[in-house]
T-cell receptor
Framework: DGGITQSPKYLFRKEGQNVTLSCEQNLNHDAMYWYRQDPGQGLRLIYYSQIVNDFQKGDIAEGYSVSREKKESFPLTVTSAQKNPTAFYLC??????????????FGPGTRLTVT | AQKVTQAQTEISVVEKEDVTLDCVYETRDTTYYLFWYKQPPSGELVFLIRRNSFDEQNEISGRYSWNFQKSTSSFNFTITASQVVDSAVYFCALSEASRGNKLVFGAGTILRVKS
């Protein structure tokens, strides 16, 4: 089945540790995205990548880093510099053709708790 | 600046009632796209609909319908004969073609359907 996988579903870390969240897609989508969701709020864009080996900062990139070495994979690292890392993290992907804006498909999310 | 407003934080209805979720957006672009997503308790966002700014036709899909009005910058979502399985958080989102397919989400509306 085609889709997006994120692992693990729940992640617990101590403050001061870096942690990497995985995101894999087999939809053959060019573009991939990372969002953060806090309780009672909408999703906010952290980073996105429209092509392999290239990515751009979103609205709240501080304290996060990404890589895009393969089309299928877009891991997100939450660094110790992120002041409030506890949140629900969602990865998404979309096709990219011409200048149109296509729907993004989301993974199941990773709930990160940092204490 | 982009902005998506979902003024209804939470709505409660009884099963079989019709319910409309409001979405108002702001953009200076002439080419833009509007989306609705459903987030059930499992957390994964489910794509419902995509509309471009040049297509103001209303759309119906089963019990779901969407009313897009550029004159009022609104893209409202109606569920007819609601069911308990419709209980979820619903997000409206906007993207502008000039901004690389980045989605800006509203804060979401929690819909509770009681039996």
């Amino acid at each position: 089945d085609g889709g997006i996988t994120q692992s693990p579903k729940y992640l617990f870390r101590k403050e001061g540790q870096n942690v990497t969240l995985s995101c894999e897609q087999n939809l053959n989508h060019d573009a991939m995205y990372w969002y953060r969701q806090d309780p009672g709020q909408g999703l906010r864009l952290i980073y996105y990548s429209q092509i392999v080996n290239d990515f751009q900062k979103g609205d709240i990139a501080e304290g996060y880093s990404v890589s895009r070495e393969k089309k299928e994979s877009f891991p997100l690292t939450v660094t110790s510099a992120q002041k409030n890392p506890t949140a629900f993290y969602l990865c998404a992907s979309s096709t990219k053709r011409g200048g149109s804006s296509y729907e993004q498909y989301f993974g199941p999310g990773t709930r990160l708790t940092v204490t | 600046a982009q902005k998506v407003t979902q003024a209804q934080t939470e709505i409660s209805v009884v099963e079989k009632e019709d319910v409309t979720l409001d979405c108002v957006y702001e953009t200076r672009d002439t080419t833009y796209y509007l989306f609705w997503y459903k987030q059930p308790p499992s957390g994964e966002l489910v794509f419902l609909i995509r509309r471009n700014s040049f297509d103001e036709q209303n759309e119906i899909s089963g019990r779901y319908s969407w009313n897009f009005q550029k004159s009022t910058s609104s893209f409202n979502f109606t569920i007819t004969a609601s069911q308990v399985v419709d209980s979820a958080v619903y997000f409206c989102a906007l993207s502008e073609a000039s901004r690389g397919n980045k989605l800006v989400f509203g804060a979401g509306t929690i819909l509770r359907v009681k039996s």
